[in-house]
Nanobody, 125 residues
Framework: QVQLVESGGGLVQPGGSLRLSCAAS????????MGWFRQAPGKVREFVAA????????YYADSVKGRFTISRENTQNTVYLQMSSLKPEDTAIYYC??????????????????WGQGTQVAVSS
């Protein structure tokens, strides 16, 4: 069993930056692919970014490509989402997720087995 706890959310002005962190419990973190999803008010949860277990490959939604960077530190059991050039449309609850099965669909939330409780990001002037 893996528990995921997100942190780092908050209120930021358009054009600003935030770094989200997701701390995982358990010894098997380094074997899981990890992802970030988000859910804006009144919308369905959507894929943001994912990273393979080794950190060797990353995947991004078109809406965040070039602005967000996902990374991980397996020795710290932590995955990060660095967000820059934030826009009001980035406002959402951001969720960290982990999946056991490698090479399954990185973009689909149905592939992920473990979820955090979410952290709120608000982009507003």
């Amino acid at each position: 069993q893996v528990q995921l706890v997100e942190s780092g959310g908050g209120l930021v002005q358009p054009g600003g930056s935030l770094r989200l962190s997701c701390a995982a419990s358990g010894r098997t973190f380094s074997s899981y692919d990890m992802g970030w999803f988000r859910q804006a008010p009144g919308k369905v949860r959507e894929f943001v970014a994912a990273i393979t277990w080794s950190g060797g490959s990353t995947y991004y939604a078109d809406s965040v490509k070039g602005r967000f960077t996902i990374s991980r530190e397996n020795t710290q059991n932590t995955v990060y989402l660095q967000m820059s050039s934030l826009k009001p449309e980035d406002t959402a609850i951001y969720y960290c997720a982990g999946k056991v099965l490698r090479f399954s669909d990185y973009y689909s939330e149905r592939s992920y087995d473990y979820w955090g409780q979410g952290t709120q990001v608000a982009v507003s002037s």
